[in-house]
């Protein structure tokens, strides 16, 4: 079992935003178990917070930029990247603007962020998506594609083409997450000269200079651009080397656009929420196409994780068999629909009730084809939620357990004579008052085959 992880302390960076030029002070904070990576506006009222969610992305110009309730975070893939990239699963990253330093333009310094916090194991087990088939998502005005196939780390491949001969045809491979911090985390990012051209005329590149972004010259410069360059990098000479780039800055990999779109992609795919255990193949990425494949594969993730069927041996002795549950539950045949319960904690508990032709209800339900009614699923899911929330007091005899409401309820396959059901319960908030807020969930024959939230109370039998 592999444990989640945060920082051992805080740590802060002070730089510019390279789209907003304005400077930005960011704390990494430790977080608890399943928090994930997420933002805090510590400037604005309340110190609101945008989770590094797929679903809050908003657009994806010049960088991945979220909005939650009108709060913003703008370019968040270096930052998410490099924890990633460390291997950290929960962060708080506390910011006094939108958008976090830009550095050199690369997760090289949030990286040597993070080693100087140190990392710490939590007491929690990390949640990892198995990639079992081919996945996915292409957008067809761009070409651009992302595909994740199974394989047994988290490997990325990027493959960059832009038709142009200064940069040519380049790809980069990561075969395991450990190979991240020392030879992606410092590819910077890069732009072209006529993106440049049009970012400085509307003013979106206002924190950018020549150590922040690597600029390939794609286009004779006119003597016009050269004095606008001059100015925005406050440079009194700019020249473009032989390789193609503008002056003040080396290469650090010839594919270091490769990789800088690697990283992108690692930073990307963060928004899932959810470590992944497969290999990305991404042809010609970029943040858009990016983001719509952590948009899918959230989905996907989610959907599995709600049907996922819990394993348990039918076979061990019961934590409690019905003569137990009886003397627990005011319920008696034929309306006590659990047989066994299999195992139980603070916030859980598992119970199975063998279905058989000898039910009463099935006389009616219905002649010839008989299906157990929903309502009676339902019910049996309530009765092993009862002896969950009856196990919280100590004398569970003198206390009945009474219905408050139900919602979304999903009936997914028919429960017939000789089904084994399982009902699984969890909390969804502490008990509190005798009042209990639970989901339940009933499975068999290796599926989903009803659903709900349930709240109950106990009182007091008079």
Same mark, same amino acid.
């Given at each position: 079992?592999?444990?989640?992880?945060?920082?051992?302390?805080?740590?802060?960076?002070? *730089? %510019?935003?390279?789209? $907003?030029?304005?400077? @930005?002070?960011?704390? +990494?904070?430790?977080?608890? #178990?399943? &928090?994930?990576?997420?933002?805090?506006?510590?400037?604005?009222?309340?110190?609101?917070?945008?989770?590094?969610?797929?679903?809050?992305?908003?657009?994806?110009?010049?960088?991945?930029?979220?909005?939650?309730? *009108? %709060?913003?975070?703008? $370019?968040?893939?270096? @930052?998410?990247?490099? +924890?990633?990239?460390?291997? #950290?699963? &929960?962060?708080?990253?506390?910011?006094?603007?939108?958008?976090?330093?830009?550095?050199?333009?690369?997760?090289?310094?949030?990286?040597?962020?993070?080693?100087?916090?140190?990392?710490?194991?939590?007491?929690?087990?990390?949640?990892?998506?198995?990639?079992?088939? @081919?996945?996915?998502?292409?957008?067809?005005?761009?070409?651009?594609?992302?595909?994740?196939?199974?394989?047994?780390?988290?490997?990325?491949?990027?493959?960059?083409?832009?038709?142009?001969?200064?940069?040519?045809?380049?790809?980069?491979?990561?075969?395991?997450?450990?190979?991240?911090?020392?030879?992606?985390?410092?590819?910077?990012?890069?732009?072209?000269?006529?993106?440049?051209?049009?970012?400085?005329?509307?003013?979106?590149?206002?924190?950018?200079?020549?150590?922040?972004?690597?600029?390939?010259?794609?286009?004779?410069?006119?003597?016009?651009?050269?004095?606008?360059?001059?100015?925005?990098?406050?440079?009194?000479?700019?020249?473009?080397?032989?390789?193609?780039?503008?002056?003040?800055?080396?290469?650090?990999?010839?594919?270091?656009?490769?990789?800088?779109?690697?990283?992108?992609?690692?930073?990307?795919?963060?928004?899932?929420?959810?470590?992944?255990?497969?290999?990305?193949?991404?042809?010609?990425?970029?943040?858009?196409?990016?983001?719509?494949?952590?948009?899918?594969?959230?989905?996907?993730?989610?959907?599995?994780?709600?049907?996922?069927?819990?394993?348990?041996?039918?076979?061990?002795?019961?934590?409690?068999?019905?003569?137990?549950?009886?003397?627990?539950?005011?319920?008696?045949?034929?309306?006590?629909?659990?047989?066994?319960?299999?195992?139980?904690?603070?916030?859980?508990?598992?119970?199975?009730?063998?279905?058989?032709?000898?039910?009463?209800?099935?006389?009616?339900?219905?002649?010839?084809?008989?299906?157990?009614?929903?309502?009676?699923?339902?019910?049996?899911?309530?009765?092993?939620?009862?002896?969950?929330?009856?196990?919280?007091?100590?004398?569970?005899?003198?206390?009945?357990?009474?219905?408050?409401?139900?919602?979304?309820?999903?009936?997914?396959?028919?429960?017939?004579?000789?089904?084994?059901?399982?009902?699984?319960?969890?909390?969804?908030?502490?008990?509190?008052?005798?009042?209990?807020?639970?989901?339940?969930?009933?499975?068999?024959?290796?599926?989903?085959?009803?659903?709900?939230?349930?709240?109950?109370?106990?009182?007091?039998?008079?």
């Amino acid at each position: 079992m592999v444990k989640q992880t945060t920082i051992k302390s805080e740590v802060s960076l002070t *730089g %510019v935003g390279l789209h $907003t030029g304005k400077e @930005v002070t960011m704390t +990494f904070k430790p977080a608890p #178990v399943n &928090n994930g990576y997420t933002f805090v506006r510590v400037d604005l009222e309340g110190q609101p917070i945008v989770e590094a969610d797929a679903n809050y992305v908003v657009n994806t110009q010049r960088g991945t930029n979220l909005e939650k309730k *009108g %709060v913003k975070i703008q $370019t968040s893939e270096h @930052v998410l990247a490099a +924890f990633v990239g460390c291997d #950290v699963d &929960n962060v708080i990253i506390e910011l006094n603007a939108s958008e976090p330093p830009i550095m050199d333009g690369s997760s090289k310094f949030f990286v040597e962020a993070i080693e100087k916090a140190g990392v710490v194991e939590q007491d929690a087990e990390r949640k990892v998506y198995l990639v079992k088939e @081919v996945i996915s998502y292409t957008d067809e005005a761009t070409g651009s594609e992302i595909i994740v196939m199974p394989a047994d780390d988290y490997q990325v491949t990027a493959m960059v083409d832009f038709g142009t001969k200064v940069l040519g045809t380049q790809n980069a491979t990561m075969k395991n997450i450990r190979e991240f911090k020392n030879q992606i985390a410092d590819a910077r990012t890069f732009s072209f000269l006529h993106e440049l051209e049009t970012l400085l005329q509307n003013g979106l590149i206002k924190g950018g200079d020549l150590n922040n972004a690597i600029v390939y010259v794609d286009k004779e410069i006119s003597p016009e651009t050269m004095e606008s360059l001059k100015v925005a990098f406050g440079k009194d000479s700019i020249a473009v080397k032989p390789n193609g780039i503008l002056d003040n800055l080396t290469l650090h990999y010839p594919n270091e656009a490769a990789r800088h779109k690697l990283l992108d992609v690692v930073g990307d795919l963060a928004l899932i929420g959810t470590r992944i255990k497969g290999k990305v193949i991404a042809n010609k990425p970029g943040h858009f196409v990016n983001t719509q494949f952590a948009k899918k594969l959230s989905k996907i993730i989610k959907i599995e994780q709600r049907n996922q069927v819990p394993v348990y041996d039918l076979h061990a002795e019961p934590l409690m068999d019905v003569n137990k549950i009886m003397s627990m539950l005011p319920h008696r045949p034929p309306f006590l629909l659990v047989d066994k319960i299999l195992e139980m904690s603070d916030s859980h508990v598992v119970g199975l009730k063998n279905v058989t032709m000898n039910e009463s209800f099935f006389v009616g339900h219905f002649p010839g084809a008989p299906v157990m009614p929903g309502v009676l699923i339902i019910e049996a899911m309530a009765q092993t939620g009862g002896i969950l929330i009856l196990s919280s007091v100590p004398d569970p005899e003198n206390y009945l357990t009474y219905f408050m409401k139900i919602d979304n309820v999903k009936f997914k396959h028919k429960v017939l004579p000789g089904d084994t059901l399982i009902f699984k319960c969890d909390l969804l908030s502490p008990i509190r008052r005798g009042i209990c807020h639970m989901q339940a969930n009933a499975y068999a024959n290796g599926k989903l085959v009803a659903e709900a939230e349930l709240m109950a109370q106990i009182v007091k039998n008079s």
